[in-house]
């Protein structure tokens, strides 16, 4: 019903850049949360940023002042701009929105299949 397309992960050296998209498809209404979530090889997912509908954020203190999140609600989007690249954040990235889904008007938590990062030293 609903689908998350990510784009944007690659090869950078450390004190690179990368810009991550995540797109949202298919029955939707509103989307009151979108975000970004990484797990790196033989460690648990966890969050980087979230921001809501109505532009509130939340980051890991790891990435707080290097990386930004921004949503675009018209289009379903979410970004992370991801500066000062370190290797340790080499990972899989993948985006996360809890969506309202206009055909059943309940909330669905989705995942996207991620996107890799990885940063070389």
């Known amino acids: 019903q609903v689908q998350l397309v990510e784009s944007g992960g690659g090869l950078v050296q450390a004190g690179g850049s990368l810009r991550l998209s995540c797109a949202a498809s298919?029955?939707?209404?509103?989307?009151?949360?979108m975000g970004w979530y990484r797990q790196a090889p033989g460690k648990q997912r966890e969050l980087v940023a979230t921001m809501s509908r109505g532009g509130n954020t939340n980051y890991a203190d790891s990435v707080k002042e290097r990386f930004t999140i921004s949503r675009d609600n018209a289009k379903n989007t979410v970004y992370l701009q991801m500066n000062s690249l370190k290797p340790e954040d080499t990972a899989v990235y993948y985006c996360?929105?809890?969506?309202?889904?206009?055909?059943?008007?309940?909330?669905?938590?989705?995942w996207g299949e991620g996107t890799l990062v990885t940063v070389s030293a």
């Open positions: 298919g029955s939707i209404f509103s989307i009151p949360g």
């Open positions: 996360n929105a809890n969506t309202l889904v206009a055909v059943t008007a309940k909330y669905l938590e989705v």
